[in-house]
């Protein structure tokens, strides 16, 4: 990014990230949520930033925000960082699958 600012520019609007969740609208995420399964959605929230697990957090239904709570107080410090990587490309997947077929637009709001 820091190296070829304009090539990164052109390249980010191609490649989705897993933080990248945080530009979908709250009915968007809802929706991706709906899907997921709520242990590998654990899983991929192990490592994230606190603003982008609020805001996955927020989008949930009790039941999840209670499986995902319960998940990470007690496998989060032995998750390793392998099973958190196949967790965000497995909520990549589904989210790719989504904004492909139109049901939420992700790539469109991607800033390089």
Same mark, same amino acid.
């Given at each position: 990014?820091?190296?070829?600012?304009?090539?990164?520019?052109?390249?980010?609007?191609? !490649?989705?990230?897993?933080?990248? $969740?945080? +530009?979908? #609208?709250?009915?968007?995420?809802?929706?991706?949520?709906?899907?997921?399964?709520?242990?590998?959605? #654990?899983?991929?929230?192990?490592? !994230?930033?606190?603003?982008?697990?609020?805001? !996955?957090?927020?989008?949930?239904?009790?039941?999840?925000?209670?499986? !995902?709570?319960?998940?990470?107080?007690?496998?989060?410090? #032995?998750?390793?960082?392998?099973? $958190?990587?196949?967790?965000?490309? +497995?909520? /990549?997947? /589904?989210?790719?699958?989504?904004?492909? #077929?139109?049901?939420?637009?992700?790539?469109?709001?991607?800033?390089?």
């Amino acid at each position: 990014k820091s190296k070829d600012p304009k090539a990164y520019q052109k390249a980010r609007q191609y !490649v989705l990230l897993f933080e990248d $969740i945080k +530009y979908l #609208s709250d009915d968007e995420l809802e929706e991706v949520l709906s899907e997921a399964n709520v242990e590998l959605l #654990s899983t991929a929230l192990v490592s !994230v930033d606190q603003d982008l697990y609020q805001r !996955v957090h927020t989008n949930l239904n009790d039941t999840s925000k209670s499986m !995902v709570d319960q998940f990470l107080d007690l496998k989060g410090d #032995s998750t390793s960082k392998k099973d $958190i990587e196949a967790a965000q490309d +497995y909520l /990549l997947k /589904l989210i790719e699958k989504w904004d492909e #077929s139109g049901k939420i637009d992700l790539r469109s709001k991607i800033k390089g």
